[in-house]
């Protein structure tokens, strides 16, 4: 047994992560995560894996166009092991990756009719917009949010 680790992911940890998902989520979601942001982003990407299981990543990433903003694109957390702090953990990480990258917000997005994450993001420091209809295409529904944080010296 190796127990919890915590490790940067790797542009070959997509498909353990894309293929949880939909379970993970009880619904189709895999859509949402290409997998060109493992092949870009994941030295700012974690996963969390229970003696070699996979049970948690966070995906995110500097924007490249606005590099005071890190942008968190997609969390996920096995059902069994929710409630524990380790998406909580992840965002605190990823908060400090982000202000060693000289970022002074972090954004994120979920759908609006998504009231555990809207009310974890809000636990997690997060301002959150109204619904924005039509976010991401006609059909959608998406609430941003804001959050600060300090960059390191």
Same mark, same amino acid.
Do not use: E, H, I, K
């Given at each position: 047994m190796t127990g919890r680790t915590v490790r940067a992911a790797r542009a070959d940890d997509y498909d353990r992560i894309i293929a949880?998902?939909?379970? #993970? #989520?009880?619904r189709p979601i895999a859509g949402n995560l290409s997998r060109l942001f493992l092949d870009h982003f994941w030295s700012t990407s974690e996963v969390v894996e229970d003696?070699?299981? %996979?049970?948690?990543? %966070?995906?995110?990433f500097v924007s490249p166009s606005q590099p005071h903003v890190a942008y968190i694109h997609f969390v996920g957390v096995h059902p069994a092991h929710r409630g524990g702090g380790t998406a909580r953990e992840m965002y605190h990480r990823f908060f400090q990756t982000a202000a060693t990258a000289g970022c002074t917000e972090v954004h994120a997005v979920t759908g609006s009719v998504n009231t555990a994450s809207i009310a974890f993001h809000r636990r997690m420091g997060f301002t959150a917009s109204d619904p924005i209809d039509g976010y991401d295409g006609p059909g959608t529904s998406l609430?941003?949010?804001?959050?600060?944080?300090?960059?390191?010296?």
């Open positions: 949880v998902v939909d379970d #993970w #989520w009880g003696d070699g299981r %996979l049970v948690a990543f %966070l995906v995110g609430v941003t949010f804001t959050r600060p944080v300090s960059p390191a010296s």
